[in-house]
């Protein structure tokens, strides 16, 4: 067994996980004051009986309410104008929707008790560093991705040729509760569960073969690619009535967010920051069109040199064995199994390709000047990146 290197393990949220927990919502949100800003999707949950239960369940516990709503990723101004307007008036945070929602939110609770626009704190252009001080968030997802209910940065995002996705980031930002309830999660469509349930699934793999993963981060993350394993289709193919799958989805995304918070991303992640910037695609679709392609090729670089990154290469074989349920009984056989299980999956659930969004060969040298390996065991040259876009254009 190899040695533990040093770690940290920063926190997790309070977790409130199983169908019915969205009946527990008011009251955990009258337990941090009067004053509730709720922030949600532009659609489904205020459609949905869900968001009239709360409201007056509210209002019965004595809590105020203001709302937001959020409809696609969340911009700093958006952030900036939300916050001008409630400064001071609000005791607690609660994003009920998908990564997008979760991420408004959690910007939004940071920046309430900040001076001056969140710009000033976004990872890459930051002039001031955030002291942690922020309004009490809690986060309930209603699709299984991103895992942002569990992760300390909140994706800001503005989109155009000279656009970014940056990143609000501290420990203190993790949610104070995540309240996951998969009932929530029956309505998400097939198209959005499958592009999400690849981005939680990209996330898993990605911190377990990480350089920063510990063996707290590694047995989260496993038990992750178990419910993964058993979850991913049946969530696609049945997810309006399958609750068990939504369950191991929604339980799958949550630990991804942990687990990411703590061992970082590798190269999938290191694209989709600036393929996000620069095209208006959804992240999990970034993530869910290259996870294949970029897994085959760490995974290919990896095994041309054996012996220096024999550790990573087990690992991969481990998420093969454990999202496949079987062996092959050889570490390069269950790798490729991975590789293999994830390639099947994009293909049956019809993650659509880059180029339906408009990239182009003419777009892969700005993405790539701007994209990097992250904490992926093997860099990848330039090269051997350019070839992952390419196969996905
Ligand atoms: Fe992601």
């Given at each position: 067994m190899e040695t533990i290197e040093p770690f940290v393990f920063a926190r997790m949220p309070e977790i409130h996980f199983g169908p019915g927990k969205i009946r527990q919502l008011p009251n955990l949100i009258a337990q941090k004051g009067r004053k509730v800003l709720l922030v949600t999707g532009a659609k489904s949950?205020?459609?949905?009986?869900?968001?009239?239960?709360?409201?007056?369940?509210?209002?019965?516990n004595g809590v105020a309410i203001d709302h937001v709503s959020v409809s696609g990723e969340p911009s700093p101004r958006f952030v900036d104008d939300t916050v001008a307007r409630l400064r001071g008036t609000v005791d607690c945070v609660a994003a009920i929707g998908g990564g997008s929602v979760v991420d408004a939110g959690k910007a939004i609770s940071a920046m309430l008790l900040q001076e001056g626009s969140v710009t000033a704190f976004l990872e890459g252009m930051e002039t001031r560093k955030h002291d942690g001080r922020k309004v009490p968030f809690i986060a309930v997802p209603t699709s299984s991705g991103t895992g942002a209910e569990?992760?300390?940065?909140?994706?800001?995002?503005?989109?155009?040729?000279?656009?970014?996705?940056?990143?609000?980031?501290h420990d203190a930002f993790v949610p104070d509760i995540a309240l996951v309830d998969p009932e929530l999660i029956l309505t998400c469509p097939p198209d959005v569960t499958?592009?999400?349930?690849?981005?939680?699934?990209?996330?898993?793999?990605?911190?377990?073969?990480?350089?920063?993963?510990?063996?707290?981060?590694?047995?989260?993350?496993?038990?992750?690619?178990?419910?993964?394993?058993?979850?991913?289709?049946?969530?696609?193919?049945?997810?309006?009535?399958?609750?068990?799958?939504?369950?191991?989805?929604?339980?799958?995304?949550?630990?991804?967010?942990?687990?990411?918070?703590?061992?970082?991303?590798?190269?999938?992640?290191g694209f989709a920051g600036p393929i996000g910037g620069f095209h208006e695609i959804p992240h999990g679709v970034v993530c869910g069109t290259l996870v294949g392609a970029a897994t085959r090729a760490v995974v290919d670089a990896l095994i041309s040199d054996t012996g220096r990154y024999h550790a990573a290469l087990h690992k991969y074989a481990r998420a093969g064995a454990l999202l496949t349920g079987r062996t092959t009984g050889d570490v390069v056989g269950d790798s490729r199994l991975l590789v293999e299980t994830l390639e099947t999956w994009i293909e049956r659930t019809r993650i659509p390709r880059l180029g339906q969004f408009g990239v182009r060969e003419t777009d892969l040298d700005k993405i790539l000047d701007k994209?990097?390996?992250k904490n992926a065991p093997v860099q990848l040259s330039r090269e051997q990146m350019t070839g992952v876009l390419r196969s996905r254009l």
């Open positions: 949950f205020l459609r949905s009986p869900h968001y009239d239960q709360l409201t007056s369940s509210l209002a019965e569990s992760t300390k940065n909140a994706v800001l995002s503005d989109i155009g040729p000279d656009g970014y996705k940056s990143s609000l980031r499958a592009a999400c349930g690849l981005d939680a699934l990209t996330q898993l793999i990605e911190a377990y073969v990480s350089t920063k993963a510990s063996p707290i981060t590694d047995a989260l993350a496993e038990s992750g690619l178990i419910r993964a394993a058993s979850g991913f289709l049946a969530a696609f193919e049945q997810g309006a009535t399958n609750r068990e799958a939504r369950s191991d989805m929604a339980y799958a995304a949550l630990i991804s967010g942990a687990v990411l918070a703590n061992a970082g991303l590798g190269v999938v992640h994209s990097n390996n």
